[in-house]
């Protein structure tokens, strides 16, 4: 199973270790998700550990980099398709993760961000190959998939 975490699940993994994370560290340690990122997704996360509200200086950035780098692949080659056959979203910055859900073949572009979020219904619409969740009901629904029929 394919996943694209977008800026906000990742430091919710990798700062905060925020509790609705656990299930996808879990996945990952198992092998049963591959974590896709791309330069621009990366870029952005660079970036944002930066932020003098998280008070992290450089060395810990680096850390965080790395481990960003070894839990996730980044493709080499990927067919990014024109915005316009995207779902539409709000934050213009946000697209660059709907885009590599996409251009990756993802399952889930997994986020906390209203504006990807809102994307689920129109993506129903546009047949993209992604589904749109935040981290605890990806964890609820991949639960669900993953438990033995009754």
């Not at 970036?47 to 980099?65: E, M, N």
């Amino acid at each position: 199973m394919r996943v694209v975490l977008d800026t906000n699940v990742w430091l919710d993994w990798l700062v905060f270790e925020d509790p609705a994370v656990i299930p996808l560290k879990s996945a990952r340690q198992n092998d049963s998700i591959e974590i896709i990122i791309d330069t621009a997704c990366r870029d952005e996360l660079v970036r944002v550990l930066a932020y003098p509200k998280f008070k992290l200086d450089g060395q810990t950035q680096a850390g965080i980099v790395r481990q960003v780098d070894r839990l996730s692949r980044q493709p080499r080659k990927l067919d990014y398709s024109p915005e316009h056959l995207l779902p539409f979203c709000a934050d213009p910055d946000d697209v660059k993760f709907q885009s590599l859900a996409h251009a990756s073949h993802a399952d889930w572009l997994i986020t906390k961000d209203n504006a990807l979020l809102t994307t689920r219904r129109k993506s129903k619409r546009l047949e993209v190959s992604y589904l749109v969740a935040t981290p605890a009901k990806w964890a609820q629904l991949h639960a669900d998939r993953s438990a033995p029929p009754c």
